[in-house]
């Protein structure tokens, strides 16, 4: 089953879940710590995100460890890579900071 990235990405909790394993591996209850909702619904997220490929689950004795899988990361940037160059160049026309009034301003 091909799983839409951006759907998977799209969810703020998702998100949190993410924000939460930046630093590295942890158990399911310190996720459920850091995202502020409840055991069941952080290990649903986990799934969908171990589904689609942003996470990896990892056995420790009775401990499940989960850690972010950076290739799924890396084929995302390089999707967006592709449409980085137009509107970098856009945003470079569009403002120059004033810095005598912290106003912007168009340059053209």
């Known amino acids: 089953m091909q799983v ?11 998100r949190l879940v993410i924000d939460a394993l930046r630093n590295g591996e942890k158990q ?9 909702i409840d055991q069941s619904g952080v290990s649903r997220h986990l799934r969908i995100l171990l589904e689609a490929g942003f996470v990896s689950k990892r056995p420790e004795g ?7 899988r950076p290739n799924r ?3 995302l940037d ?4 592709q449409y980085r160059g137009l509107w970098e ?9 004033d810095t005598d009034s912290n106003s912007l301003r168009t340059a053209f």
């Open 73 to 75: 990361f890396r084929e």
């Open 4 to 14: 839409d990235v951006f759907q998977t990405l799209a969810d703020p909790t998702r």
């Open 28 to 36: 399911v209850n310190d996720i459920v710590e850091r995202v502020g």
């Open 78 to 81: 390089a999707w967006l890579d």
């Open 89 to 97: 160049a856009r945003l470079g026309i569009i403002t120059i900071a």
């Open 62 to 68: 009775q401990r499940r460890l989960y850690a972010l």
